[in-house]
C-alpha cells in the first residue's frame, strides 16, 4: 500500500494531467482513480470530494507554474532582461505539446460561476503573477502602472496562443512589451509628456 505522500502526489499528477487536458467537468473521479492507480476508497480518503482535489490541484499547479517561472526569470542578471524573460519564458510553455491555455482561466470558465473557492483561486494566481510582475517592474525602476500592462500582455498572450495553437503571441506581447518600456523611459526622461 502507498504512504499517503505518495498516494496524494500520484492522484495531484493524475488530476493535473487529466483535468488540463480534458476539462474539469469532463473527467469524473473514476477516470482519476484509474490513472493514479489507487483505490476510490483511498482516493476519497486523500480529497474527501471533487472539489478538494481540483483546489488541491490548483493551488499545486500555481505554485509550480510561478516557481518554474521565477526561476527562468532569476537566470537573468539586468532587470530589463527579467521583464522580457516573462515573455520568453511565456513562448517556451506555449510551445510545449500539450499546451492548452492558463489551468486558471480555464477553470473559472468551468466552475467559477458555481464555486467561489475555484473563483478564488483563480484570482489569487492571477494577483500573484500581477505582483510578481510588479516586482520586475520595480526593480526596473519603471513606475508600477507598468506591471498592469504587462500583465495584460502577457495574459492576452496565454489566451491568444490557446486558440491559435501557435507560440507567436508570446513573441508579440514581448515586442509590445519592449515599447511600453521604451515609453515609460521616455517618460521618466521627458516629464513635460503628461503622459
Known amino acids: 500500500m502507498l504512504d499517503q505522500e505518495t498516494a496524494e502526489r500520484q ?4 488530476a493535473e494531467e487529466l483535468f488540463y487536458a480534458q476539462g474539469i467537468q469532463a473527467v469524473g473521479m473514476d ?35 510561478r516557481q518554474a517561472l521565477s526561476d527562468y526569470v532569476a537566470g537573468h542578471t539586468s532587470p530589463d532582461e527579467q521583464l522580457l524573460a516573462v515573455f520568453d519564458w ?6 510545449e505539446p500539450d499546451y492548452r491555455g492558463c489551468a486558471f482561466i480555464n477553470s473559472f470558465g468551468e466552475l467559477g460561476g458555481i464555486s467561489a473557492e475555484v473563483a478564488d483561486q483563480a ?14 517592474v520595480a526593480a526596473s525602476g519603471r513606475p508600477v ?6 500583465t495584460l500582455l502577457a495574459e492576452g498572450a496565454i489566451t491568444t496562443a490557446a486558440i491559435s495553437g501557435t507560440p507567436e503571441p508570446a513573441r508579440e506581447a514581448a515586442d509590445a512589451a519592449r515599447l511600453l518600456m521604451h515609453t515609460f523611459d521616455q517618460d521618466r526622461t521627458d516629464p513635460g509628456t503628461g503622459v
Request: proline content about 2%; glycine content about 4%.
Open 145 to 150: 502602472a507598468l506591471a498592469g500592462h504587462l
Open 11 to 14: 492522484v495531484l499528477e493524475a
Open 90 to 95: 511565456l513562448h517556451k510553455w506555449f510551445s
Open 123 to 136: 484570482r489569487h494566481h492571477k494577483a500573484a503573477f500581477r505582483d510578481y510582475l510588479a516586482g520586475l
Open 31 to 65: 477516470a482519476v482513480r484509474n490513472a493514479a492507480g489507487v483505490s476510490l476508497k483511498r482516493l476519497y480518503q486523500l480529497f474527501p470530494s471533487k472539489e478538494a482535489l481540483v483546489l488541491a490541484f490548483l493551488r499545486r499547479r500555481d505554485t509550480r507554474w
